[in-house]
C-alpha cells in the first residue's frame, strides 16, 4: 500500500466466511492492471478469524485482513463459492496452510498470463506460485 494513501474502507469480518475469495487492488502493480485490462491485481482466501492466505511477492503466507485498505468500496470484491460445506471449506484451508511458504514466482506469473489464451500448458515450475494459482489450486479441487 502506497503511504499517504486516503484509507476509507476495509473489509468488513462480521459479513465474511471462511472460504470466501477476496480480489484486491492493492494500488501496487499498476503495470499488471493494464495488462490484465483489471484494477485488481491481487487474490486471496479468507481463513476467518480476520486472516488471510495469500501470496504476497515472496511467498504463500498468512498475513491479518487489515493490512489492506481501500480508497473506494468497488477496491474490493468478495467471491463465495456456491454449494460449498463447511468440511470442504476446511479441507481446503488446511490443504493451502501446508503450502505456507512456497515461493513466489514474479516469472511464473509473467510466463502464466502469456500462456492463458495460448492453449499451451503452463511449463512453469510448479513449486512456486502466486496469488492467483495459489488460490486457484487450494479450490478447483473441491469444486
Same mark, same amino acid.
Given at each position: 500500500?502506497e503511504? !499517504?494513501?486516503?484509507?476509507?474502507?476495509?473489509?468488513?469480518?462480521?459479513?465474511?466466511k471462511?472460504?470466501?475469495?477476496?480480489?484486491?487492488?492493492?494500488?501496487?502493480?499498476?503495470i499488471?492492471?493494464? $495488462?490484465?485490462s483489471?484494477?485488481?491485481?491481487?487474490?486471496?482466501m479468507?481463513m476467518?478469524?480476520?486472516?488471510?492466505?495469500?501470496a504476497? !511477492?515472496?511467498?504463500?503466507?498468512?498475513?491479518?485482513?487489515?493490512?489492506?485498505?481501500?480508497?473506494?468500496?468497488?477496491?474490493?470484491?468478495?467471491?463465495?463459492?456456491?454449494h460449498?460445506?463447511?468440511?470442504?471449506?476446511?479441507?481446503v484451508?488446511?490443504?493451502?496452510?501446508?503450502?505456507?511458504?512456497?515461493?513466489? !514466482?514474479?516469472?511464473?506469473?509473467?510466463?502464466?498470463?502469456?500462456?492463458?489464451?495460448?492453449?499451451?500448458?503452463?511449463?512453469?515450475?510448479?513449486?512456486?506460485?502466486?496469488?492467483?494459482?495459489?488460490?486457484?489450486?487450494?479450490? $478447483?479441487?473441491?469444486?
Amino acid at each position: 500500500m502506497e503511504s !499517504g494513501v486516503d484509507i476509507k474502507y476495509i473489509f468488513n469480518t462480521e459479513n465474511l466466511k471462511q472460504g470466501d475469495i477476496l480480489i484486491i487492488n492493492s494500488y501496487t502493480e499498476p503495470i499488471l492492471q493494464k $495488462k490484465l485490462s483489471s484494477k485488481y491485481d491481487h487474490v486471496a482466501m479468507y481463513m476467518g478469524d480476520a486472516f488471510i492466505l495469500e501470496a504476497n !511477492g515472496l511467498c504463500a503466507t498468512m498475513n491479518h485482513i487489515h493490512s489492506y485498505g481501500f480508497r473506494e468500496i468497488d477496491d474490493a470484491l468478495v467471491m463465495r463459492l456456491k454449494h460449498w460445506n463447511q468440511t470442504m471449506i476446511d479441507l481446503v484451508l488446511l490443504y493451502a496452510r501446508t503450502k505456507m511458504g512456497m515461493e513466489y !514466482g514474479t516469472i511464473s506469473a509473467y510466463y502464466r498470463t502469456l500462456l492463458r489464451d495460448s492453449g499451451d500448458k503452463d511449463t512453469v515450475n510448479t513449486n512456486r506460485t502466486f496469488c492467483t494459482r495459489y488460490v486457484a489450486q487450494h479450490t $478447483k479441487w473441491q469444486a
